[in-house]
């Protein structure tokens, strides 16, 4: 499983655009990029996946450079209830089991 | 549609005691995962399941016992608590293994005394 390195805490104040990036720099050609979001007192949601190049959808995008070795997770203007911990994990879309390991995350801090 | 469900929210035990944690989700997924988060940490997988009737162990597995008799439910047990175990317990489903999004219950909150 490849291990990832996410900064433990960032601060933003609403409306701005915050990117967090994940380093990943034994990823293998056939993992994954899986960002998940945690509330306080709430399980993980899982917020965007992807592969390469960009991904986005209706809360996020997801940058990922040529060679995989890390990716950014761009939050757009961000309001207050984005305050939450931001986790990066990496693993294969392969059949059979293979744990999602979570590391401590990133601690994003939005304010007025 | 609940997803994943989990009862009791809240629990306190005395040392020595036992409980199960259920875990029920109505997704019809194959794969149901017990995680343990403590303060300021990630989540540790402690056991999985990849199917009814099969479990294996995660990565802090001692001192609980699982069980996934229906597909729907996945137990966790706690034979004897010890106050190391106090924690908030997360209970997810996926449809096929790791990678996919999981699906994450609320979690239960577990105070050993």
């Known amino acids: 499983l490849a291990k990832t390195t996410q900064p433990i805490s960032m601060d933003s104040y609403e409306g701005q655009e915050v990117n967090i990036t994940c380093s990943h720099n034994n990823i293998a050609t056939n993992d994954y990029i899986t960002w998940y979001q945690q509330f306080p007192s709430q399980g993980p949601r899982f917020i965007i996946q992807g592969y390469k190049t960009k991904v986005t959808n209706e809360v996020a995008s997801l940058f990922i450079p040529a060679d995989r070795k890390s990716s950014t997770l761009s939050l757009p203007r961000v309001s207050l209830s984005d305050t939450a911990v931001y986790y990066c994990?990496?693993?294969?879309?392969?059949?059979?089991?293979?744990?999602?390991?979570f590391g401590t995350g990133t601690r994003l801090l939005v304010s007025p | 549609n609940a997803g994943v469900t989990q009862t009791p929210k809240f629990r306190v035990l005395k040392t020595g005691q036992s409980m199960t944690l259920l875990c029920a989700q109505d997704m019809n997924h194959e794969y149901m995962y017990w995680y343990r988060q403590d303060p300021g940490m990630g989540l540790r997988l402690i056991h999985y399941s990849v199917g009814e009737g099969t479990t294996a162990k995660g990565e802090v597995p001692d001192g609980y016992n699982v069980s996934r008799l229906k597909k729907q439910n996945f137990l966790l047990g706690l034979e004897s608590a010890a106050p190391s175990q106090t924690s908030v317990y997360f209970c997810a489903s996926s449809e096929q293994g790791a990678a996919y999004g999981y699906t994450f219950g609320s979690g239960t909150r577990l105070t050993v005394v």
């Open positions: 994990l990496v693993g294969t879309l392969n059949t059979g089991f293979q744990k999602l390991v």
